[in-house]
């Protein structure tokens, strides 16, 4: 069952959903909340290859886009970032969402991870997969509306303890090839 806009406020004000910096209304959509791109970007650099059975850094290049748009041209992957850090009660699983606007323009925010179930003990970012699969060169910035996160109930509460690939996670940040667990 996922959670409608009224139920999203009343978990925010019973503290089952933390976010921080603090929701505007605006940004409380019918089902989720509206999150936004945060001001890194990293950039995978080129003639790179990983192998899962020898396991290294992936090597990106980090833009600061605060002050100066980006442009993400088309065929594109970056890795970047929401503003919002974001924590849930145990019997809550997140679903990122892509937003229709920059859809429709071919910007997609995730590859294939678009749930986000290890954010319990603490505030976390979500790392974006963004591509770039449009027909347009595309100006983004820090701040633009890139996509929304939706809140459904779990059947009982997640009992497995938290996964520290990412614990921390305040930033973007590239993939953890090295983590064992």
């Known amino acids: 069952m996922f959670l409608s806009d009224k ?3 009343e978990y925010i004000n019973l503290g089952k959903i933390k976010i921080s910096p603090t929701v505007k209304d605006s940004d409380i959509r019918p089902t989720g909340i509206r999150l936004h791109l945060d001001k890194e970007i990293l950039i995978p650099q080129p003639n790179q290859l990983i192998d899962f059975d ?3 850094d992936v090597k990106y290049d980090s833009i600061d886009i605060s002050n100066e748009k980006y ?3 088309k065929g594109d992957f970056i890795l970047s970032s929401t503003i919002e850090k974001i924590q849930t009660s145990k019997d809550l699983v997140c679903i990122l969402d892509g937003r229709s606007t920059t ?3 071919g910007i997609t925010i995730h590859c ?3 749930t986000f179930d290890n954010n319990y003990d603490e505030l976390l970012t979500i790392v974006l997969e963004i591509s770039n699969k449009g027909p347009f060169d595309i100006y983004i910035k820090e701040g633009i509306p890139v996509g929304q ?3 459904a109930m779990l059947t009982d509460e997640i009992q497995q303890e938290s996964q520290k690939q990412y ?3 305040t930033k973007v940040l590239p993939p953890n090839l090295l983590f064992k667990k």
Do not use: D, E, H
Request: hydrophobic share 50%; net charge positive; charged share 15%.
């Open 167 to 169: 614990s921390n996670q």
């Open 149 to 151: 996160i939706l809140f």
């Open 71 to 73: 442009i993400l041209k």
């Open 7 to 9: 139920t999203i406020k």
């Open 112 to 114: 294939t991870a678009f």
């Open 54 to 56: 020898l396991p290294n």
């Open 103 to 105: 859809a429709r323009l």
